[in-house]
């Protein structure tokens, strides 16, 4: 394939840029700090986004640990004694079936910009840090352990040197891990620690709850950790997860949250450091949900002042007796955490599931939470209008639709809404009724009106069928108004839901058997293991008619040639019990290929699994060379060039170009966190991230291309592009401070690869009769600094054509070059660091054009195709016209330029440019005539 390959490596396309659209609403947050001598600083962690930080209380959020390997977070903790001494654990330290987990403890020494991990790589889940108040570098680490097995990794660890080392101080077995660690503010030689005995199960069905053992507990140690006893006065007997808050104001009031198996959840109060607890509090709306979400919080100055966080997050003052909800919402905003300054109390930061919250009012009002673009997305699709609209389910608030492009240059609150399904599932766009979707299990929600109707098969849940919390759903692409959904058997309908028809027998294993990873818990299971799964993952052929592929949680995979009438199991050799799995592709190209992702975390298993088929699952290979210990969601195949592959893991986009043979990483700037589903829409590759919302690569067909590359210069053939405005906002445009997404790149996506420098390279357009319309060079210079009167943040950068060897892209903006003006400016229609100046060059009609690359010796080109905007409605003639008279316009204050004596006309033209170039409409008769008398009266100054 030549030296460009050769020198690309590992980084085929080094210019792609992922860029992220939406939705613009928070996702679980676990993990939340703050620092008490500056009062608008806080921190937090959501459990799949990385950690954020805000100097403004929360009107605006910034990612600062985008660079690291892990987004998962379950643990933060600002230094007390040195603020720019920053914790972070990874794992979000969660007992849940979606849960997702990191690789240990890092720390920051400069208040966040930079990090460095420090060790316990292997306990999977850090769920809380506590630091010496007066010493930064002596700390306390809670670690639970892996979620799905068992590891010696876990327990109480200190370090007392800012976790350069760590001590196991605190530790049961390989089933029990430490879930809370409090050091006293007052006296750092008091530690109190919780430890927790739970494992999950590897069945998603509504029943799955976690297993517990014995040696769970509340511990406290008088001597800086070094020795521990367990603390029972007044606690019941046989608790599981436990939660601990010391007053600051009295070190002898010490607050528990105590979970049950037998009695629920309840809080204990003890005056006496721990030796005597006295139970203050049980009600329902306290005690519930105490195993994944309560936590606890003192006052600092008032030790009877406490805080408990549940659905809603309550307040008590009178020591746990009683509590008022502060905040919370119907449907249940889950709060997981609350850190409350410890000089200003009024000072409140919140973590919940929907994200995170700031009073500075003591909890008389809140920041939002719709500024965080931290959402776990489970699955993606997209529909098929311009612009395209991208879909899923989000944890914990229900599902979003998010637009790819937005009208005002970026897209923003206005450019996504619900879609009506519940939060786990997939959302699938009707290919025959634009603005209809179906998601969940299942509801069908329309656009137009904003309501959504139950139109699932099984309305009522009972013994007959069973459901994991995600079903599939998918519309076959040759009879696309056939919807296809499963539980643990097929179903289909063909009128919109309002009838259904089962076409599968149970597909799932009959009697499963209890894997190895939790026989240790096994006492504790009601049904000794007799649990049965359900169907995960469904995959209609492309080419087809009646082929369907289906795979189960419990490992099995399943074929019909038929419609369903008969079913072939053709699971992979070796596929034990519960290895999920989590989706399969079905070939574009012929009927006997496709692609299976299997995912067994749920098995304590973090290896890749993709298994691939060209005999109709008759054989089977693992085609996971190249790809990291981490589990695979999804694999995709491109329905364009075959054998070119894209896999979604618990970390990151990977892809192959043979077929799965080899990997490598798609990463670029795409945040590392969960990526639960990815799909190819026309040219672009889109993702569904697990924390931080929906993820757009523009334009892959030079992935496609990659195996031709020849030569010295390769201009990759380019995509069609659409002749569209940058940004239709008449307004004043929104703040910087305004949440927002990208847009897709502005213009004709150019991509060339060349094998060595050049001392020049330059770009040129021709239109269809060979006129040169623009030209870029790599050493064109930037423009002059404007001055202006308003902020340069707005201004887009100066961007040419790179020189140096290797893969680049330029976007050609479809117009051509700007006048020569003696002032320029930048338009009403704003984006931050995205705004052009103006006056531009008129916008090129739609049409052919000819793309040339000149690099040294070597030259190539390659033909571009132009579209009109598809959503407007204006002939070629009214479009030549506008053309027509905007290029004259332009030639005009060309010529002018430089001529003192015809400021007047040139201010008149340059006004006249935007109202004839400002819209897709045809010149009105006033402008016209405004033209042609402007264009006489110029002629006056033109030698």
């Known amino acids: 394939m030549g030296g460009i390959l050769a020198l690309l490596g590992a980084a085929p396309l080094p210019d792609l840029h992922w860029r992220f659209v939406g939705p613009l609403r928070g996702g679980r947050t676990a993990a939340v700090s703050g620092i008490a001598s500056e009062p608008n600083v806080f921190y937090i962690g959501a459990v799949n986004g990385g950690v954020w930080k805000t100097d403004d209380a929360g009107r605006t959020w910034n990612p600062i640990f985008d660079r690291e390997d892990t987004g998962s977070i379950g643990a933060l903790a600002v230094a007390p004694s040195d603020p720019n001494v920053v914790y972070a654990g990874s794992g979000e330290g969660l007992q849940r079936p979606d849960l997702a987990v990191g690789d240990g403890i890092y720390t920051s020494t400069n208040g966040g910009r930079t990090w460095v991990h420090r060790g316990l790589r292997t306990a999977q889940q850090i769920a809380a840090i506590a630091v010496d108040p007066r010493d930064a570098r002596r700390l306390f680490v809670a670690a639970v352990g892996h979620p799905y097995g068992p590891n010696t990794e876990r327990g109480v660890y200190r370090s007392v040197d800012g976790g350069a080392t760590f001590q196991r101080v605190l530790y049961e077995n390989e089933n029990v891990g430490a879930y809370d660690v409090v050091v006293d503010p007052n006296d750092s030689s008091v530690v109190y620690a919780t430890m927790w005995g739970a494992r999950q199960p590897p069945w998603e069905t509504p029943d799955a709850e976690s297993f517990i053992v014995p040696g769970s507990g509340i511990f406290k140690s008088t001597d800086g950790g070094t020795t521990w006893h367990r603390l029972r006065a007044g606690l019941p007997a046989h608790v599981t997860r436990c939660e601990v808050a010391v007053a600051p104001s009295d070190s002898s009031i010490v607050y528990a949250y105590v979970d049950t198996e037998a009695r629920g959840a309840a809080v204990y109060r003890s005056a006496d450091g721990g030796a005597h607890f006295t139970m203050q509090d049980a009600e329902p709306r306290i005690a519930k949900r105490g195993d994944d979400l309560a936590s606890i919080a003192v006052d600092p100055r008032d030790p009877n002042v406490i805080y408990v966080t549940n659905t809603s ?132 929600f329309d656009e137009r009106t904003g309501q959504t109707q139950e139109v699932s098969p099984i309305p009522i849940l009972g013994r007959t069928y069973r459901m994991d919390r995600t079903e599939p759903l998918a519309f076959d692409p040759l009879h696309p108004q056939r919807l296809l959904f499963a539980a643990n058997v097929v179903f289909v309908t063909s009128d919109g839901g309002h009838k259904w028809q089962r076409i599968s027998p149970d597909l799932t294993r009959v009697h499963p058997r209890v894997p190895a990873v939790i026989r240790a818990f096994e006492g504790d299971d009601p049904e000794h293991g007799a649990h049965r799964g359900a169907i995960y993952a469904l995959a209609p052929s492309y080419v087809h008619e009646g082929t369907i592929w289906a795979g189960t949680d419990d490992g099995l995979v399943w074929i019909t040639h038929d419609g369903g009438a008969h079913w072939r199991n053709v699971t992979p050799p070796g596929l034990t019990a519960w290895s999920k799995v989590s989706q399969i592709d079905a070939s574009h190209f012929d009927d006997r290929t496709a692609y299976v992702a299997v995912n067994r975390f749920r098995l304590d298993d973090l290896h890749p699994y993709i298994y691939r088929t060209h005999d109709g699952g008759a054989h089977w290979t693992l085609t996971v060379n190249g790809l990291p210990d981490e589990p695979v969601n999804a694999v995709r ?307």
């Not at 599902?399 to 519940?422: L, Y």
């Open 313 to 444: 997050t309550y307040r008590s003052r009178n020591g746990g007796k009683s509590f008022v909800a502060i905040k919370g919402a119907p449907g249940g905003d889950d709060y997981h955490t609350i850190w409350i300054n410890p000089q200003q109390p009024n000072h409140i930061i919140v973590g919940s599931d929907q994200g995170a919250a700031i009073s500075v009012d003591g909890g008389a009002t809140w920041s939002s939470w719709y500024n965080q673009p931290t959402a776990e997305m489970y699955h993606v699709n997209a529909d098929n209008r311009f612009p395209y609209w991208v879909c899923g389910g989000q944890q914990e608030s229900g599902s979003a639709c998010v637009s790819s492009r937005g009208a005002w240059g970026e897209t923003t609150e206005r450019d996504w809404h619900p879609a009506g399904a519940e939060e786990y599932g997939y959302v699938v766009p009707d290919p025959l009724h634009p603005g209809v979707f179906y998601g969940g299990r299942v509801e069908k």
């Open 637 to 943: 195949a491109d329905p364009v060039r075959r054998g070119l592959l894209y896999a979604a893991t618990e970390n990151g986009v990977f892809v192959s170009f043979d077929d799965g043979a080899r990997w490598q990483s798609l990463q670029y700037n795409l945040p590392h966190t969960s990526v639960r589903d990815l799909i190819i829409h026309g040219n672009d590759v889109v993702v569904a991230t697990h924390g931080r919302g929906f993820w757009i690569l523009d334009d892959v067909e030079p992935l496609r291309e990659l195996a031709s590359v020849r030569g010295p210069l390769y201009l990759f053939a380019p995509a069609a592009a659409y002749r569209l405005r940058r940004d239709t906002n008449t307004d004043t445009p929104l703040p910087p401070e305004e949440p927002h997404g990208q847009n897709p790149p502005n213009g004709a996506i150019l991509d060339y690869a060349l094998n060595s420098a050049v001392s020049r390279l330059t770009i040129s357009i021709y239109n269809a009769s060979g006129r040169l319309v623009r030209r870029y060079a790599s050493d064109d210079r930037p423009p002059a600094p404007l001055v202006l009167d308003k902020p340069t943040y707005w201004e887009a950068p100066f961007l040419r054509p790179a020189s140096s060897a290797g893969m680049h892209r330029f976007v050609w903006d479809l117009r051509e070059a700007p006048p020569h003006v003696a002032y320029s400016d930048l338009p009403i229609s704003a984006v931050y660091e995205a705004t052009p100046r103006v006056p531009q060059g008129p916008l090129v009609p739609p049409g052919t054009y000819l793309v040339r690359v000149d690099a040294g010796s070597s030259h190539a080109t390659r033909r571009l195709v132009v579209h009109m905007d598809p959503r407007v409605r204006m002939t070629m003639a009214a479009l030549d016209e506008q053309y027509s008279i905007a290029h004259g316009i332009c030639a005009l204050l060309d010529r002018l330029y430089g001529n003192e004596r015809a400021m007047r006309v040139t201010g008149r033209l340059e006004g006249l440019l935007g109202v004839v170039d400002g819209s897709d409409a045809p010149v009105t008769a006033q402008a016209r005539a405004a033209y042609l008398t402007l264009r006489a009266e110029a002629a006056r100054y033109i030698r």
